[in-house]
């Protein structure tokens, strides 16, 4: 980095901006007001900094996620105080929960206003204290620069996660000697990447002794960039995968050693190996409650090692036979050196009778659906089309629901960091706009936001960012009229009474005239035999955002499932509770 240390005084805002110039940043999302104003001075003069104006500063949040989650950068995004940094809360929170690298950028009132409720005061540091990796308050112009390098180290070092930075008004105004790169003051911050030579050793001993092992992956392995290692331990020693919800791509869905996906709504194959197993390998992952069902009943004769980069994930929810701390894609290449010396030594684990039983599992419970009688078109059917003609390089961002699990489930995952998803948190309306992020930071992927009417309906308004600004997203929003997961548990657990999840919006609003409207393309497909032909027409639009309002048939249900709060050995599978696809509710 160039060293600046002989430049004239400039303002603190103007050393914000330089700051993230020399941070390597080339995108941030944001809207201005008056506490960060100062700010947005000096990005007017930025040559290295592309600012999108966001319609909401949730949108910018999320925004700022899909983009880290795609390109493995630091997300940014900006507001100002009040409200505006109070709007960043529900995606700070689900980069918190997600592990995702972020910097957040508030506005505050000036520092002697600070604590007399002045106009557009918040104290966003102490709101979002439980739900960042580390906050600072910055009240002088001289720590800005300082402490946006802090920040952007913390955010990508360790477990990733979010970090908030709120300068006062008057910091930004002040004058600063500007200097890069700065010293860093961190004495307690040392996260640990490399594992104990020792537990490794003994994680290869157990797996080429167990009989019945699974290797149980979750986020922290694309976090690491371990995908290329993962397929070589997998396929050394021929154990098989599950991969989380959060580490859809890391191993490819083709790979005959993967079974899938584990949990609430995961495959029978995988719920039912981890819950059989004998040997679990847990990387990057941290035991979730939609993975483990009942913790008590999880897994009960396994033995566990457990690898993450948090010590605080080891042994929090299950305890660890095994613990390693450390980065995954480290933990990974020495656990293959250490098999690769087990097998050297004529220790090799037989797995032989574990995949007859895997195999039968697998061919007995594959993931499927019914075709609604009534000739409408199912949910699953159009991201199961969606999926192969948008094909394996397509990046695909979620909302939260139905649709999410289907997406999950019925496209074929052959690459990392396709598949962005807000698991940890479950936050509605974060679809469109990390799809937007996702595309600014990869603009020659297609990237289709799968969406739900319901939450289609709670960020939509980035659509506008997204015309203004040429990011061509394409968006599918899943319209059973419905808040579809919310309705299938009031048809499982409560006696089919539907009370507020009809959101009428097969008629309200119009999705095609709302998209027109945004200056977008609006289709709408509501006949299996367009199908194919709405989503290549769809495809083939590349200068503009493209929403496609697919009407699907409303009781289609999400298979299988674990009901919460029960044992994962109780797994319904669709052959197990059919549902009723007769002509449906209006």
């Known amino acids: 980095m160039t060293d600046r240390s002989d430049q004239q005084a400039i303002s603190g805002a103007a050393s914000l901006i330089r700051a993230l110039e020399e941070s390597g940043v080339d995108t941030v999302f944001g809207i201005p007001g008056g506490a960060i104003l100062p700010a947005y001075d000096p990005l007017l003069d930025s040559t290295r900094l592309r600012h999108i104006l966001v319609r909401h500063e949730q949108g910018a949040g999320h925004a700022a996620t899909g983009y880290a989650q795609a390109t493995g950068k630091v997300g940014v995004c900006m507001a100002t105080s009040g409200p505006g940094a109070t709007n960043l809360v529900t995606p700070i929170a689900d980069a918190h929960m997600d592990s995702v690298p972020l910097v957040a950028i508030t506005g505050q009132v000036s520092s002697t206003h600070i604590g007399t409720d002045a106009f557009q005061e918040a104290d966003i540091v102490g ?9 600072f308050l910055v009240s002088h112009p001289d720590e800005i620069a300082r402490t ?15 970090v908030l930075i709120d300068v006062t008004k008057d910091a930004l105004q002040a004058t600063t000697d500007f200097s890069w790169p700065v010293e860093m003051d961190l004495p307690g911050y040392r996260p640990v990447s490399k594992p104990h030579a020792k537990q490794v050793r003994e994680a290869a001993r157990m797996l080429t002794e167990a009989k019945r092992p699974v290797l149980y992956i979750g986020g922290g392995v694309l976090k690491a960039r371990a995908s290329t290692e993962l397929r070589v331990l997998a396929e050394l020693t021929e154990a098989p995968v599950v991969t989380t919800l959060m580490a859809r791509g890391a191993f490819p ?7 899938g996906m584990p949990g609430m709504h995961g495959t029978v194959a995988a719920v039912t190996a981890l819950q059989k197993a004998d040997l679990i390998v847990a990387l990057g992952t941290r035991f979730d409650d939609r993975v483990t069902g009942k913790l008590s009943s999880f897994a009960p004769n396994a033995k566990i090692v457990h690898a993450d980069i948090d010590p605080a994930e080891i042994s929090k929810n299950r305890v660890a036979d095994v613990p390693i701390v450390g980065d995954c894609r480290e933990v990974i290449a020495d656990l293959v050196v250490a098999v690769q010396a087990e097998h050297a030594a004529g220790r090799r684990g037989d797995y032989a009778g574990w995949w007859e039983q895997l195999n039968g599992w697998r061919g007995t419970y594959p ?10 078109l199912a949910p699953q059917q159009v991201i199961e089309h969606l999926g192969r003609i948008a094909g394996p390089e397509t990046i695909f961002a979620a909302g939260v629901g139905q649709h999410q699990m289907w997406a999950s489930q019925f496209i074929s995952y052959e690459n990392p960091y396709t598949w962005l998803n807000s698991g940890g948190a479950g936050t509605m309306g974060y679809a469109v706009p990390a799809a937007m992020g996702a595309k600014v930071g990869k603009p020659n992927s297609t990237v289709w936001a799968i969406d739900g009417d319901g939450c289609f309906q709670m960020t939509n308004q980035e659509l506008a960012t997204c015309a ?3 990011i061509p997203i394409k968006v599918a929003v899943i319209n059973n009229g419905s808040l579809g997961m919310v309705r299938q548990w009031q048809t499982l657990f409560y006696g089919k009474r539907y009370s507020n999840t009809d959101l009428h919006s097969r008629r309200i609003p119009d999705f095609v005239k ?6 977008c393309v609006g289709l709408r497909c509501e006949d299996p035999a367009d199908l194919d032909k709405t989503i290549e027409k769809a495809m083939s639009i590349d200068d503009a ?42």
């Open 127 to 135: 709101i979002t204290l439980p739900i960042t990796k580390h906050s």
């Open 148 to 162: 946006v390098a802090e920040a952007f180290h913390i955010a990508s070092t360790g477990r990733p996660g979010p």
């Open 253 to 259: 869905d083709s790979h005959p050693l993967h079974l």
């Open 367 to 376: 993931l499927g659906y019914d075709l609604p009688k009534d000739g409408s």
């Open 468 to 470: 203004i600004n040429d």
């Open 514 to 519: 709302l998209a027109e409207a945004y200056g």
């Open 545 to 586: 955002p493209v929403v496609v309002d697919f009407v699907v048939h409303r009781d289609a249900m999400v298979w299988p499932m674990v009901p919460s709060g029960v044992s994962n050995d109780e797994i319904l599978a669709a052959q197990d509770v059919r549902p009723d696809f007769g002509d449906g509710e209006e």
